[in-house]
């Protein structure tokens, strides 16, 4: 096993991989070796109160390592990835280097390939998107958002009003797709960044993603969507429109029975698992690792000599 010591030679290291893949243990062991601070790229984890259903870490694993982004907003309050690539830049600053552990796509490639400059949203535009909602619901905005910007569309888990809006809004003021905001001239890996990406074979990240939701489940998920939901917070807020969050309201408020809650939460994130998978594979430089033939340990000593023996 290589010996403990910083890691400062990267401006950066991200932990990348699909829902349910294992990145939690794993950067907390790395974390523990090159003593490094995480910064979640998550766009969940930054909400108070949901912790079951974002697999945030614990309390303390967090006094073992410390992590940024992590219940730093209430779930009334709106997050987009350009804020938490803001929040992160400042967080850069304070540490030596920054290790980013996630799977949201869009965070995860801000911070590496900044986002051209957007427009400030255009009350008239958001006007015409609430008509279209009122008329046709979200199926109706759905639908044009998949025609302007089929890339961004394919990011979202299920409806996201907030972020539907956004995009659409951005691209009736500038005729560009919200995704082209993004766009670079490919995805190259800068030389001071290293992006480490954990895979593994479909059929196990099916098995990992069923256990996950069944843990989560018997640690009191659907109690936790209760007492969200007892604080008064509106359904509809961006924060609860997540895999997992999504189908428990829909059972709490008799949608669906909680069997089919569950088996629709473990699709959806299989689904939400494939599209990170896609995005990922555009990031050319990035190094990809395989779980499956490794043990945890074999896993972990793969992961730190590629930090040790990769030069920037």
């Not at 010591?5 to 829902?19: I, S």
């Not at 909602?133 to 958002?145: D, F, K, M, R, Y």
């Amino acid at each position: 096993m290589p010996s403990s010591k910083p890691a400062t030679k990267w401006t950066r290291v991200l932990l990348a991989g699909p829902t349910a893949i294992g990145k939690t243990e794993l950067s907390l062991r790395l974390a523990e070796e090159f003593g490094f601070s995480v910064i979640s790229a998550d766009s969940r984890q930054c909400y108070r109160g949901m912790d079951i259903g974002t697999g945030k870490v614990s309390v303390a694993d967090r006094q073992r390592v410390p992590h940024f982004n992590i219940d730093v907003l209430d779930p009334v309050e709106s997050d987009s990835a350009a804020a938490f690539v803001r929040r992160a830049k400042v967080w850069e600053t304070e540490l030596d280097t920054p290790f980013y552990v996630g799977g949201s796509t869009l965070h995860l490639q801000g911070v590496v390939w900044p986002m051209d400059e957007l427009p400030e949203a255009d009350p008239l535009n958001l006007a015409r998107l609430e008509a279209i909602e009122a008329a046709g619901g979200s199926l109706g905005v759905l639908s044009l958002l998949v025609d302007a910007d089929p890339a961004y569309a394919s990011t979202m888990q299920g409806y996201n009003r907030q972020r539907a809006f956004r995009a659409l809004d951005v691209w009736m003021q500038t005729g560009r797709p919200f995704s082209s905001f993004h766009r670079h001239d490919g995805y190259v890996v800068p030389d001071d960044t290293l992006i480490l990406i954990l895979s593994a074979s479909t059929e196990t990240l099916r098995k990992r993603i069923d256990r996950r939701v069944e843990a989560m489940m018997s640690a009191g998920f659907l109690e936790e969507v209760d007492r969200l939901l007892d604080s008064g917070l509106d359904p509809a807020l961006q924060s609860l429109q997540t895999v997992g969050y999504r189908e428990l309201i829909e059972h709490r408020l008799g949608g669906m029975d909680l069997p089919n809650a569950v088996e629709a939460i473990k699709a959806s994130t299989r689904r939400y698992a494939k599209r990170q998978l896609t995005w990922f594979r555009r990031w050319e430089g990035a190094v990809w690792i395989d779980r499956d033939p490794l043990s945890d340990d074999a896993l972990f000593d793969t992961f730190a000599e590629a930090i040790h023996s990769i030069k920037p």
